[in-house]
């Protein structure tokens, strides 16, 4: 039988021909925890009897979600994640140094073809290479950091290609807002969703991990992005699905036309174009995550805030996904452009997305953010709204004070 890209990658590690909805026993080529999942993995690891990883070299700790650890309670655990990583001889990513699914890319820890567990809701994040990645909890990635295996369920998938070119100052996001606004954020349960068509082909990497990062929010098992197209500093094998690939849902999008998006207060998947709600007075601007907050996302910024202010009481909070973005902006002058403009730089990580610190919104404050997620509360604060769009749409109303399509500027 014809199979898609999920249950190729599948199959070849399973060591037979898997189908959708058949459990299967896999190797896993490699695992990453952070700061708020690894402590009780390290619990869940030391209980089952745990006294070395399967292999430390495939094994990956990240401080990034609260950095620098903004109280005690955290920078205890800080020091347990660092003890146990010099124990075990796995490499430990400190804080400071980026967003773990960043890293994870950046670093050449996720390749295609392979399986990648991370104790991360965002770990679809790095089938933008062509990696079967996903999320599981802190005691199956405790199993995984034993054993090297994990079992699942393999999903159906959902094919999404996208034909057609992006108007001038829509990008990724803009696509990724518009999908999940159309599938819902339960319309991708347990399914993986592979992205296709001539659109794709001409994506950056930062721009596909921008896609396969947010099929968390519709619900999805993991993201695939067709790596055809894709530069990679490294050779590799692609995989493509078979002509004649069983789906459960197909969708064909032409994007030649789409507008701007924002998701709308409360949830990710209450989409509309950004004319609908320009002229929202907003009182927070975030560029960060690991959605958006790579070298060409702040590009997109920066042309935008070139010799302008951002507006009088409006902050605007820059978190580079990873120290590599941040001094790649230092040396092409696009952190200048963006200072100068009045943002506010901090520690690359997770930052306020997570609103555990740093930048957590006053009660009845409105925020514009890049990132992926703006259920009630989700920046620390219940009593505040959060809109979702680029970080073209995020610059703009910075510059603004208000909802505004970056083309008017």
Same mark, same amino acid.
């Given at each position: 039988?014809?199979?898609?890209?999920?249950?190729?990658?599948?199959?070849?590690?399973?060591?037979?021909?898997?189908?959708?909805?058949?459990?299967?026993?896999?190797?896993?080529?490699?695992?990453?925890?952070?700061?708020?999942?690894?402590?009780?993995?390290?619990?869940?690891?030391?209980?089952?009897?745990?006294?070395?990883?399967?292999?430390?070299?495939?094994?990956?700790?990240?401080?990034?979600?609260?950095?620098?650890?903004?109280?005690?309670?955290?920078?205890?655990?800080?020091?347990?994640?660092?003890?146990?990583?010099?124990?075990?001889?796995?490499?430990?990513?400190?804080?400071?140094?980026?967003?773990?699914?960043?890293?994870?890319?950046?670093?050449?820890?996720?390749?295609?073809?392979?399986?990648?567990?991370?104790?991360?809701?965002?770990?679809? *994040?790095?089938? %933008? =290479?062509?990696?079967?990645? #996903?999320? /599981?909890?802190?005691?199956? &990635? +405790?199993?995984? !950091?034993?054993?090297?295996?994990?079992?699942?369920?393999?999903?159906?998938?959902?094919?999404?290609?996208?034909?057609?070119?992006?108007?001038?100052?829509?990008?990724?996001?803009?696509?990724?807002?518009?999908?999940?606004?159309?599938?819902?954020?339960?319309?991708? *349960?347990?399914? %993986? =969703?592979?992205?296709?068509? #001539?659109? /794709?082909?001409?994506?950056? &990497? +930062?721009?596909? !991990?921008?896609?396969?990062?947010?099929?968390?929010?519709?619900?999805?098992?993991?993201?695939?992005?067709?790596?055809?197209?894709?530069?990679?500093?490294?050779?590799?094998?692609?995989?493509?699905?078979?002509?004649?690939?069983?789906?459960?849902?197909?969708?064909?999008?032409?994007?030649?036309?789409?507008?701007?998006?924002?998701?709308?207060?409360?949830?990710?998947?209450?989409?509309?174009?950004?004319?609908?709600?320009?002229?929202?007075?907003?009182?927070?601007?975030?560029?960060?995550?690991?959605?958006?907050?790579?070298?060409?996302?702040?590009?997109?910024?920066?042309?935008?805030?070139?010799?302008?202010?951002?507006?009088?009481?409006?902050?605007?909070?820059?978190?580079?996904?990873?120290?590599?973005?941040?001094?790649?902006?230092?040396?092409?002058?696009?952190?200048?452009?963006?200072?100068?403009?009045?943002?506010?730089?901090?520690?690359?990580?997770?930052?306020?997305?997570?609103?555990?610190?740093?930048?957590?919104?006053?009660?009845?404050?409105?925020?514009?953010?890049?990132?992926?997620?703006?259920?009630?509360?989700?920046?620390?604060?219940?009593?505040?709204?959060?809109?979702?769009?680029?970080?073209?749409?995020?610059?703009?109303?910075?510059?603004?004070?208000?909802?505004?399509?970056?083309?008017?500027?």
């Amino acid at each position: 039988m014809a199979q898609t890209i999920a249950e190729k990658i599948i199959s070849q590690h399973a060591g037979h021909k898997v189908m959708a909805g058949d459990l299967a026993i896999v190797p896993v080529d490699g695992a990453m925890a952070t700061d708020t999942t690894a402590p009780l993995a390290i619990k869940a690891f030391r209980e089952m009897g745990g006294t070395q990883l399967w292999d430390a070299s495939k094994i990956w700790l990240v401080l990034d979600h609260a950095v620098p650890a903004p109280n005690e309670r955290i920078s205890n655990l800080h020091q347990m994640m660092r003890a146990f990583a010099r124990e075990m001889g796995c490499k430990l990513y400190e804080a400071g140094q980026g967003i773990c699914h960043q890293l994870m890319v950046e670093n050449q820890h996720a390749r295609p073809g392979e399986i990648f567990l991370g104790a991360d809701s965002h770990t679809p *994040t790095l089938g %933008a =290479v062509g990696t079967f990645a #996903t999320g /599981v909890g802190s005691t199956d &990635l +405790a199993a995984v !950091m034993l054993t090297g295996q994990t079992w699942l369920k393999v999903p159906h998938t959902i094919k999404i290609e996208l034909n057609g070119r992006l108007q001038p100052g829509v990008v990724a996001k803009d696509v990724i807002l518009y999908l999940v606004g159309k599938l819902g954020i339960a319309g991708a *349960t347990y399914e %993986a =969703v592979e992205f296709t068509g #001539t659109a /794709v082909a001409h994506m950056t &990497l +930062a721009s596909r !991990m921008t896609l396969s990062n947010m099929v968390a929010e519709m619900g999805a098992k993991t993201g695939l992005v067709d790596t055809t197209g894709l530069e990679l500093p490294y050779d590799f094998e692609p995989i493509a699905p078979d002509p004649n690939a069983s789906y459960s849902k197909a969708y064909h999008i032409d994007i030649s036309t789409l507008q701007p998006q924002i998701a709308l207060p409360h949830s990710p998947d209450n989409v509309v174009d950004i004319n609908k709600v320009a002229g929202q007075k907003v009182n927070v601007a975030f560029i960060g995550s690991c959605t958006n907050s790579r070298l060409e996302d702040w590009h997109a910024a920066a042309q935008i805030l070139a010799g302008k202010q951002i507006a009088p009481g409006m902050r605007l909070l820059i978190a580079p996904a990873s120290k590599t973005v941040f001094d790649e902006g230092l040396r092409d002058g696009t952190v200048q452009i963006l200072s100068d403009a009045g943002a506010l730089f901090i520690t690359a990580g997770c930052g306020p997305c997570v609103g555990t610190h740093q930048g957590v919104p006053g009660d009845g404050e409105v925020v514009i953010s890049s990132t992926n997620r703006n259920f009630r509360g989700r920046m620390g604060n219940p009593n505040s709204k959060v809109y979702l769009a680029s970080p073209a749409v995020v610059a703009a109303t910075a510059v603004a004070g208000e909802l505004i399509d970056p083309a008017e500027l």
